[in-house]
Structure formats: structure tokens, C-alpha cells
């Protein structure tokens, strides 16, 4: 995402300063994606995979960016506190580069 974009969008639930989700961030997202353990805030399950996405400065909610498009709906907002607890990659993934 450009740089330039990123300092000036902000949550809209609250105006807090958005970060794109690190490559660990987004593999825990889309792990729950794949198991459809996934909320948005409205309730809805989250099926689409994520390339991308913002992060509020608190780290407890993220915005999905598709086809580099980010989502800055309250509705489409996804909680993420649960992510403070992941410090490695899942064990279902392989790491080639190890």
C-alpha cells in the first residue's frame, strides 16, 4: 500500500492511525479464514483469504484490503486481539527457509 495513503487513513470507528498487518498477522487471519472461524464485526464470516490488510494502532482491529482496495467500513472491521498471542508460525506450516 502506498505510504503516502497510510498517513492519512484512519479508523473510522475511531480515528485511530492504521499499519499494514505483518506476513504473521495475516497467516493467523487467514488460518482462521480457512477454518471459518473468522468475524466481521457485523457477524458475518470472513471467506476470502487476505493479501492485505490494515491495523488499527491498538492492534485489536484489522481492515481488509482486497485487490488493494481497503475496506474502511466499521462493518467490515475484523477483531484481532486474539493475535497477541501468536509468536510463531503455525506448525501446519512448512518454513523452507529454516
Known amino acids: 500500500m502506498d505510504s503516502d ?3 492519512i487513513v484512519l479508523c473510522p470507528k475511531d480515528g485511530q492511525p492504521l499499519r499494514e ?3 504473521l498477522e495475516l497467516e493467523a487471519l487467514n488460518l482462521r ?5 473468522l468475524l466481521s464485526h457485523s457477524g458475518r464470516i470472513v471467506r476470502q483469504p487476505l493479501k492485505a490488510a490494515l491495523v488499527r494502532k491498538d492492534g485489536l482491529i484489522a ?3 482486497y485487490d488493494n482496495i481497503p475496506f474502511l467500513v466499521a462493518e467490515e472491521a475484523i477483531a484481532i486481539g486474539f493475535l497477541h ?3 510463531s508460525p503455525s506448525p501446519c506450516q ?3 527457509d529454516a
Open 5 to 7: 495513503l497510510l498517513q
Open 21 to 23: 498487518a505483518s506476513t
Open 33 to 37: 479464514i480457512c477454518s471459518g472461524a
Open 63 to 65: 481492515y481488509p484490503v
Open 85 to 87: 498471542c501468536v509468536s
Open 94 to 96: 512448512t518454513r523452507d
